[in-house]
């Protein structure tokens, strides 16, 4: 069983910048996937980033690419979101998650039920 948590949500000025990260626990990940998702409210769970934990690959949504950069600390087992030029519309609850396989494509990555374990999500906010 793999436990994830979430941490560095908050409020942010647009334009802004914030780091989340996503300590993980439980098993050894060099086969995984471990993904980012958020939840805007009354919306379904978006896609944003996701790495292959071994190789560093990674895979951005359009809405976020060239802003964000998801990243892992192998010998923290910890994987970060670094969000930057942040706009009202990445207002949303994140959430980290965890695939026990390699994914094979960017279509794979977007969704959410290839993901068995997820994290209790942290809050970004981005006032106007």
């Known amino acids: 069983q793999v436990q994830l948590v979430e941490s560095g949500g908050g409020l942010v000025q647009a334009g802004g910048s914030l780091r989340l990260s996503c300590a993980a626990s439980?098993?050894?990940?060099?086969?995984?996937?471990m993904g980012w998702f958020r939840q805007a409210p009354g919306k379904e769970r978006d896609f944003v980033a996701a790495?292959?934990?071994?190789?560093?690959?990674?895979f951005y949504a359009n809405s976020v690419k060239g802003r964000f950069t998801i990243s892992r600390d192998n010998a923290k087992n910890t994987l970060y979101l670094q969000m930057n030029s942040l706009k009202p519309e990445d207002t949303a609850v994140y959430y980290c998650?965890?695939?026990?396989?390699?994914?094979?494509?960017?279509?794979?990555?977007?969704?959410?039920?290839?993901?068995?374990?997820w994290g209790q999500g942290t809050q970004v906010t981005v006032s106007a």
């Open positions: 998650a965890a695939a026990r396989t390699i994914l094979a494509t960017t279509q794979a990555m977007a969704e959410p039920q290839n993901f068995g374990s």
């Open positions: 439980g098993r050894t990940f060099s086969s995984y996937t």
């Open positions: 790495i292959r934990w071994t190789a560093g690959s990674t």
